[in-house]
């Protein structure tokens, strides 16, 4: 069967090591480098996140940008997220605060992959679904991303990574779990009889998650911006420096995964 155009390859790392893959989220970058908000400059807490995983985790095979990466939805702001990832394979999913087009406009104008499925050698893929809603801050995904998601799964049988801005799951903030990913038993539902979904990778929550259910993994990274403090029934802020999640996918399929602070 024809692979589809939006399907982007990445080879196997010599040596039969893992993929390195880096999750950086929710930068809320700002057009001016300098600017400043709630006392906090988002462009020098996405360079304290990258200085930290080029000493740990560095060259990635591959970045997930998981939304949120623009506070104001301008071009600048991605062209300071692109030059500050050194340009890496990066592919993103639109937050409630970015701009799609902007955003898919400066990833093509740096050379990076507009992929929404890739392949990894032949273990492993990642499927980048759009949660994002027009003027609202929960997130929801349409019926027809929701066939396109079946006829992936159907097609490709490899362990795969669902990665999404709106997570499809709680992580026990009243009101952070309002603004989720409004319909997720219809994602949840969608994915059922296709084992091979291995984890689910959110941005949104600005703290890290890390759960099983069913087989199923659940997983979300602090931001490199503010952070949100677990387990509140109101929005407030964390005083944690800024995070990221690294992930190694296994050429024999076995995955790893933690979350580091640039403390
Ligand atoms: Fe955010």
Redesign the pocket.
């Given at each position: 069967m024809a692979e589809s155009p939006f399907t982007f390859r990445i080879a196997p790392p010599e040596g039969g090591g893992p993929w390195r893959v880096l999750q950086i989220t929710?930068t809320?970058l700002l057009a001016e480098p300098g600017g400043e908000r709630r006392g906090a400059r988002p462009l020098a807490r996405l360079e304290r996140a990258i200085a930290h995983a080029r000493r740990n985790h560095w060259p990635p095979h591959l970045i997930l940008a998981t939304?949120?990466l623009a506070h104001d939805g301008r071009r600048e702001s991605y062209d300071l997220l692109l030059r500050t990832l050194a340009f890496r394979p990066t592919v993103a999913v639109a937050?409630?605060?970015d701009l799609p087009w902007p955003l898919r406009e400066r990833l093509a104008a740096h050379g990076q992959p507009l992929a929404r499925h890739l392949l990894l050698g032949d273990a492993w893929q990642v499927i980048l679904l759009e949660s994002r809603m027009t003027g609202r801050i929960e997130g929801a995904l349409d019926a027809p991303q929701l066939e396109w998601l079946r006829v992936l799964l159907t097609r490709h049988r490899q362990p795969a990574l669902l990665v999404i801005h709106h997570p499809p799951f709680a992580v026990g903030s009243a009101w952070l779990d309002a603004i989720a990913l409004s319909g997720h038993r219809d994602l949840l539902e969608c994915i059922a009889p296709f084992p091979q979904v291995e984890a689910i990778v959110a941005?949104?929550v600005?703290q890290p998650w890390d759960e099983e259910r069913g087989g199923l993994r659940l997983l979300a990274s602090p931001?490199t911006?503010l952070q949100f403090r677990p387990n509140q029934r109101e929005f407030q802020l964390d005083d944690r420096p800024p995070g990221y999640r690294w992930l190694e996918l296994g050429q024999d399929r076995r995955l790893a995964t933690g979350i580091e602070y640039a403390e």
């Open positions: 929710d809320h939304g949120d937050g409630n605060h941005g949104h600005h931001a911006w």
